[in-house]
């Protein structure tokens, strides 16, 4: 079964740091894989997503994700980073094997606060 | 994308009683998805409910606690039954993801979230 590792469980930062955060996934067939946000009080939503192609995927609010196969890495990143990004992010991975079916599975999660 | 809300948004109830939270979408999907997110913890994946089937329940988790309905494409409801203070968390559903369920793009979408409180 795949798992979904997050290093970071809190990470706390100054503005105009740079953010990485880090996600290993065990699964070695093709993946889809996904880093989600939720901001305090509010519900999931996706950050960015890598399917295929370029392993250097942008997604919303400056923040990107680099995908290495051979160290089964999706590591976000963020040069500069505003209070506003205070939240909690989760590595995701879509296990796109034969068994798979059509599940998600999260890691544990990493809570980054930004001091302003 | 899809656009997903949850009733009741948060609940307190009883230790013994059971919560029936409802799920809707603003388009027709194959499958919704049912998450659980423990207080501090990731989410975990209750089950998968497909319409006009049983759902899929993982591991560690079974019909008679968490009976689902798929009555059609675009509602889903999870009930919480004989509850305890160990069920408190937000529940959580989705829609979307993989190669069986069109226009999604492997995408899962997320709705607002059930916090439960069980005392």
């Known amino acids: 079964a795949q798992s979904v590792s997050q290093h970071n469980h809190h990470v706390i930062l100054s503005e105009a740091a740079s953010l990485e955060l880090g996600c290993n996934y065990s699964?070695?067939?093709?993946?889809?894989l996904f880093w989600y946000v939720q901001y305090p009080g509010q519900h999931l939503q996706l950050l960015l997503k890598?399917?295929?192609?370029?392993?250097l995927v942008k997604g919303i609010k400056g923040f990107e994700a680099e995908f290495i196969k051979s160290k089964f890495s999706f590591n976000l990143r963020k040069p500069s980073v505003q209070w506003s990004d205070t939240a909690e992010y989760f590595c995701?991975?879509?296990?796109?094997?034969?068994?798979?079916?059509?599940?998600?599975?999260f890691g544990g999660g990493t809570r980054l606060m930004v001091k302003p | 994308s899809a656009v997903i809300s949850q009733k009741p948004s948060r609940d307190i109830c009883q230790r013994g009683t059971s919560l029936t939270i409802q799920c809707q979408v603003d388009s027709q999907v194959t499958m919704m998805f049912w998450y659980r997110q423990q207080p501090g913890q990731s989410l975990t994946l209750i089950a998968t409910a497909n319409q006009g089937s049983e759902a899929t329940y993982e591991s560690g988790f079974v019909i008679d606690k968490f009976p689902i309905s798929r009555p059609n494409l675009t509602f889903s409801t999870l009930t919480v039954s004989n509850m305890s203070p160990e069920d408190s968390s937000i529940y959580l559903c989705?829609?979307?993801?993989?190669?069986?369920?069109?226009?999604?793009?492997?995408?899962?979408?997320f709705g607002p979230g059930t916090r439960l409180t069980v005392l």
């Open positions: 699964y070695g067939g093709t993946v889809n």
């Open positions: 989705s829609v979307g993801g993989g190669a069986k369920t069109s226009g999604y793009d492997n995408e899962q979408f």
């Open positions: 995701a991975v879509y296990d796109g094997g034969f068994n798979a079916g059509n599940m998600l599975t």
């Open positions: 890598y399917f295929s192609g370029d392993p």
